[in-house]
């Protein structure tokens, strides 16, 4: 009988960086994609996780990382890369809603 433990991807992201923001290149490569896909899909307003922009680089919270993190895990990755559409005021992004084909 084996015993499996069951981490949320917040306590793993933490205990990895020890920060709440993490450059893009990182969640890119936490979620499996390359740095130049990531900004592709954010420049088409695609990318799964909301990114802030500060001092010219782009970085995702470690909070919203996780969470797409564990909805792939729950979702067997059917999640991945859903279309997003990015909401805008002042030139910075605040909220991406998930945009479903679903009728």
């Given amino acids: 009988m084996s015993h499996v433990t069951t981490e949320n ?3 793993i992201l933490s205990l990895r960086y020890g920060r709440s923001l993490l450059p893009l290149s990182v969640a890119a490569r936490e979620i499996g994609i390359n740095l130049r896909t990531a900004h592709n899909q954010i420049g088409k307003g695609k990318f799964p996780v909301p990114t802030i922009l500060q001092a010219r680089r ?3 919270h470690v909070e919203d990382l996780a969470g797409y993190i ?7 990755g059917t999640e ?5 559409k990015v909401t805008r005021t002042n030139g910075h992004t605040e909220k991406l809603e998930i945009q479903s084909n679903h009728a």
């Fill in 9 to 11: 991807s917040l306590e």
């Fill in 70 to 76: 564990d909805r792939l895990r729950r979702t067997g």
């Fill in 58 to 60: 782009r970085y995702v």
């Fill in 80 to 84: 991945s890369h859903l279309p997003m």
